[in-house]
């Protein structure tokens, strides 16, 4: 592996390992409350942030998915 393939791999490891961290905190995570938190919106909101409904936790636990297994095949084409 050449060292512009190495450093894509590594790009794409660290991306992985985050992803998993993601995908692990919304599995623990209880589904009664979630939040999206800016430094804007943390002003707006009084430090709460604005709550997501269901469908958009769920949209969001979707999305990670396939952003792991996208990341995944990126790494098994290299």
Do not use: C, Y
């Amino acid at each position: 592996m050449d060292k512009k393939t190495a450093e894509k791999a590594s790009k794409l490891l660290e991306t992985l390992e985050r992803l998993e961290e993601i995908r692990q905190a919304t599995e623990e995570s209880k589904s009664h409350w979630w939040s999206f938190l800016t430094s804007d919106v943390k002003r707006l909101t009084d430090n709460d942030g604005l709550m997501m409904p269901e469908i958009l936790r769920n949209e969001f636990k979707e999305a990670v998915e396939r952003a792991i297994e996208k990341t995944k095949v990126k790494l098994d084409k290299l």
